[in-house]
């Protein structure tokens, strides 16, 4: 008979933004969490080279990160605030412009820029100081076994784990959700995005900005000082070319392709690129197991939107468990879990379908369609309500 397994109130799986907050909650409430991670993050400080993913986290996202304690040591490091955001249609002359003082003259930013890996290891520096939360580290997981109550994980080096309720927040390839046989549904935008650190002629913007061009969108995210990080989606092939060329060959073809605003580049310090799909499973929960983040979706990255949804998946859950708990019912009751489901299937799939919806608008260059879209951005500059119920979801992550 095999050993009994090592037992815990939760276990999740993925120590990443949303794994790492949702223990951080959990274990602020007294629940005893196993955290099962592949490898533990490097600690970021203020000299540590700048990591080349980053999030445009909403005002919404960082009043949680405050909440768990690793917002001010977020913001000690380097954060980079936008006031205002842009988008317009290549070089024709309509586009429309956010500001966060269109919220209310309190309102002096609508997110900041942050890189990933700050934000989790913040999050990690917190957990470090809460003896509910176990770290599994190194560790992958090799299967899943159903239990009488919850679920238990095994796991590569033979440790089993066993929670009362198991979280996927293992990412868009989360071998958690296969284990319990999850299935999804996928659409791929047949495009490759090439992210580039680059150093500017211009010092820190307050904008962050989007140029849909005929090859793909362009957008600029700032970062502190004279950097910014830059998104270009084109076709896979030219995308592999570039992000596996010199950076002086990529430096070259964004000054030639991006538009004024840029303001130019003195060089490109990292360059990469990743394919963009759109996924969704089919349902956020099997016997003893949910999932959160993008282990349960993921959206075209154009508004950069994606941690927002996993850390509303985060809080939501949290609330749904601890209120049932409240009542004396288990975490892995079908009732907590459909409500959780019901709940964020709403929102992300709203999010997945508007974005998706934008990239096959602006995708199209002829007929009828770039006429419209011209029409559609000067409504949405000059349409006062309309446009600060958009504002205030993007910034909020709330419609009212």
């Not at 599994?136 to 440790?159: I, K, S």
């Not at 959700?177 to 495009?191: N, S």
């Not at 000082?225 to 076709?235: E, F, K, T």
């Given at each position: 008979m095999s050993e009994r397994p090592e037992s815990n109130d939760l276990v999740i799986v993925g120590g990443g933004m949303v794994g790492a907050a949702l223990a951080l909650d959990f274990g602020r409430r007294g629940w005893r969490v196993g955290l099962v991670e592949e490898r533990e993050p490097a600690a970021v400080t203020a000299d540590t080279p700048y990591g080349i993913r980053v999030s445009a986290l909403n005002r919404r996202s960082e009043v949680y990160l405050d909440d768990l304690g690793a917002w001010g040591s977020i913001r000690a490091t380097r954060v980079c605030p936008y006031e205002r955001l842009a988008v317009w249609d290549d070089d024709r002359p309509a586009r429309v412009e956010f500001q966060a003082r269109e919220l209310g003259p309190e309102v002096d930013h609508l997110g900041h820029i942050?890189?990933?890996?700050?934000?989790?290891?913040?999050?990690?520096?917190?957990?470090?100081?809460?003896?509910?939360?176990?770290?599994?580290?190194?560790?992958?997981?090799?299967?899943?076994?159903?239990?009488?109550?919850?679920?238990?994980?095994?796991?590569?080096?033979?440790?089993?784990?066993?929670?009362?309720?198991?979280?996927?927040?293992?990412?868009?390839?989360?071998?958690?959700?296969?284990?319990?046989?999850?299935?999804?549904?996928?659409?791929?935008?047949?495009?490759?995005?090439v992210v580039a650190d680059v150093?500017?002629?211009?010092?820190?913007?307050?904008?962050?900005?989007?140029?849909?061009?005929?090859?793909?969108?362009?957008?600029?995210?700032?970062?502190?000082?004279?950097?910014?990080?830059?998104?270009?989606?084109?076709?896979?092939?030219?995308?592999?070319?570039?992000?596996?060329?010199?950076?002086?060959?990529?430096?070259?073809?964004?000054?030639?392709?991006?538009?004024?605003?840029?303001?130019?580049?003195?060089?490109?310090?990292?360059?990469?690129?990743?394919?963009?799909?759109?996924?969704?499973?089919?349902?956020?929960?099997?016997?003893?197991v949910v999932l959160?983040?993008?282990?349960?979706?993921?959206?075209?990255?154009?508004?950069?939107?994606?941690?927002?949804?996993?850390?509303?998946?985060?809080?939501?859950?949290?609330?749904?468990?601890?209120a049932a708990a409240e009542a004396g019912t288990a975490p892995d009751d079908p009732s907590v879990l459909s409500a959780y489901a019901r709940e964020r299937r709403r929102d992300n799939q709203l999010m997945q379908s508007a974005m998706t919806a934008i990239r096959e608008a602006f995708a199209t260059r002829c007929g009828p369609l770039p006429w419209l879209r011209q029409a559609g951005l000067w409504a949405a500059q000059n349409a006062g309500p309309a446009k600060r119920l958009a504002l205030r979801y993007a910034s909020d992550g709330a419609l009212l």
């Open positions: 942050v890189e990933n890996d700050l934000i989790q290891w913040a999050l990690w520096e917190q957990l470090g100081q809460l003896p509910s939360v176990t770290p599994y580290t190194p560790a992958a997981v090799a299967g899943l076994e159903p239990a009488p109550l919850g679920a238990t994980v095994r796991l590569e080096d033979g440790r089993r784990l066993h929670g009362r309720l198991v979280i996927a927040a293992d990412g868009a390839r989360s071998r958690l959700r296969q284990a319990a046989g999850i299935p999804i549904d996928v659409h791929d935008y047949r495009q490759s995005a150093r500017t002629q211009l010092p820190q913007q307050s904008i962050t900005w989007q140029r849909f061009a005929d090859e793909g969108p362009q957008a600029f995210l700032p970062l502190v000082g004279q950097r910014a990080s830059l998104v270009w989606y084109m076709p896979p092939e030219r995308a592999r070319r570039l992000a596996q060329g010199s950076p002086e060959e990529l430096a070259e073809a964004v000054t030639s392709a991006f538009p004024s605003d840029l303001g130019g580049i003195d060089g490109v310090v990292q360059q990469a690129s990743f394919p963009i799909r759109a996924q969704h499973a089919r349902y956020y929960s099997a016997p003893g959160v983040g993008d282990a349960a979706h993921t959206i075209h990255p154009l508004a950069g939107q994606g941690v927002n949804l996993g850390f509303r998946d985060a809080q939501a859950l949290v609330r749904h468990v601890t």
